[in-house]
Every structure is written in structure tokens, then in C-alpha cells.
């Protein structure tokens, strides 16, 4: 089942008053179950392309048939509280340098992506979501970390809690930024075990990267070349 569907995506940005295309016609599928990597070398657009899909940023719209489509629902018909919905529950992210709030403890960093789903209907939840947190962050080996600040936490540590948070709402995507890229190898490996073990029944990770290693682990590997999808 095609969960995602990107067609033809452009992305040009302006440098002043020079365009910079980034993305000339990036076309791709992503499949229930499945985990997919996106290789492509730094500055190839893939932090760019992950944005689109997520919904975090919008194609140029002069490109004809240029689309994103979940679940035959095209993201650029959404309205505001649509996409704000499809960026809270539909798809989590994870990034490299794991975007924690400073201020605030572990449980609090997992619990904050559940208030940006609920917004007011979380506080009648507060328990269970709470308890659903403690449950992941148990599962990733951080219930003795619960009240700790992410300054406190080593990196692999801080990358545990932001896949946690990510799949607080039960997403139905994963997408990733190179979510071993700031880590050494053995924590790298042990985040990406995390991962493509986070992938159950229909959820689908999506990952992007510059290693060849961690595209391995993958179950499909597409790369970004000179702004297109390479067939090589
Ligand atoms: P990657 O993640 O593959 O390293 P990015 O998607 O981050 O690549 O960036 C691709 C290119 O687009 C780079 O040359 C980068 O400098 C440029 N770029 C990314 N974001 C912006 C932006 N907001 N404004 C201008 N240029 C950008
Ligand atoms: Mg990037």
C-alpha cells in the first residue's frame, strides 16, 4: 500500500537574487512497512526533500504536477489545521541534532509533541499520554532519565528521546535526518536498531543520509543526484 507519494518536486531557493534550484523534480513512493533510504551527498537536498514530505514546507508551485499525496490526500489542498494535523500525528521526525527544548525535562520533551496534537483536549488525557511516554522512554533504557535536562544527556541519549517523541501520537511516518550523523558508530547503530525497530505493521520509515552503511540496513534505497531521484 502507498502511504506517500511525491511527484515531481521542485525547490529553489533565493540567495539574494539568485535562484538556487535544490530540488528539479523529485519523484518517489513510500510503502506501508517498509524502510526506505534516501542517499545523496551533503547540500543534495535531502534535508530539503524530508521537509516537503513532512509538510514542514511547500514545493514551488509553478512546477506543473508537482505534488505531495498521503493516503490520496493531497498535502497542498489541507487547510491550515489539516497540515497542522498531518505534521502531529500522521508523521514524526527525528533530526540529527535532535531539536530537544533546552527548559525542559525528558518526560516533558516526549510529552510536548502529544499537547501539539491534542492542544486542549490534552489535559484530559495528561495520564495516559504521560504514562504512554514513560512506557517508550522505559522501553529505550531512559526510565532512571525522566527528570533529567537533554544538557545532561550524552548525544545517543538525546537522539532516544527525540525518536520517543516522535512516536508519542502513533505515527503512521517516520521521517529521519540523518539521525546517526552527530553520533559515533556503536551509538549510531544501536539509534538505528532503535529505528527500523520502531517500524511496526503498516508504519514506514523514511531516512535520509550521506552514509552508504546506514542505507544498507535499508529495505529500498533511492538517491538524490543533481536534484532528481537517480535510477542508477
Ligand atoms: P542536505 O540535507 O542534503 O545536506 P539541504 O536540503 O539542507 O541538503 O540543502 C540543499 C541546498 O539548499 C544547500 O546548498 C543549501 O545551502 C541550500 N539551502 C537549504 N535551505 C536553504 C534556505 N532556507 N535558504 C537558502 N538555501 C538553502
Ligand atoms: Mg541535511
Not at 529505550?140 to 537522539?159: C, I, M, N, T, Y
Not at 517516520?174 to 517500524?199: F, H, M, Q, V
Amino acid at each position: 500500500m502507498k502511504l506517500l507519494e511525491a511527484s515531481n518536486l521542485h525547490k529553489t531557493y533565493l540567495l539574494g537574487a539568485t535562484a538556487v534550484p535544490v530540488l528539479r523534480g523529485v519523484s518517489l513512493e513510500v510503502h506501508a512497512g517498509e524502510f526506505l533510504a534516501i542517499l545523496g551527498a551533503s547540500g543534495s537536498g535531502k534535508s530539503t526533500l524530508l521537509h516537503l514530505l513532512g509538510g514542514l514546507d511547500e514545493p514551488d508551485v509553478q512546477a506543473a504536477g508537482s505534488w505531495v499525496n498521503f493516503r490520496g490526500l493531497m498535502l497542498r489542498s489541507f487547510s491550515q489545521s489539516q497540515l497542522d494535523d498531518y505534521r502531529a500525528r500522521s508523521v514524526g521526525f527525528v533530526f540529527q541534532f535532535y531539536h530537544l527544548l533546552p527548559e525542559l525535562n525528558v518526560l516533558q520533551n516526549v510529552c510536548v509533541a502529544a499537547m501539539a496534537r491534542w492542544k486542549f483536549g490534552y489535559f484530559s488525557r495528561k495520564g495516559e499520554i504521560e504514562a504512554r511516554a514513560r512506557e517508550l522512554l522505559t522501553e529505550f533504557g531512559l526510565a532512571q532519565r525522566l527528570k533529567h535536562k537533554p544538557v545532561e544527556l550524552s548525544g545517543g541519549e538525546r537522539q532516544r528521546v527525540a525518536i520517543a517523541r516522535a512516536l508519542i501520537n502513533d505515527p503512521q511516518i517516520l521521517l529521519a535526518d540523518e539521525p546517526t550523523g552527530n553520533l559515533d558508530r556503536k551509538t549510531g547503530e544501536t539509534i538505528l536498531d532503535l529505528l527500523i525497530k520502531s517500524r511496526r505493521g503498516e508504519r514506514a520509515l523514511v531516512m535520509v543520509t550521506h552514509d552508504t552503511e546506514v542505507a544498507k540496513r535499508a529495505d529500498r534505497v533511492v538517491r538524490i543526484v543533481d536534484g532528481v531521484i537517480s535510477k542508477g
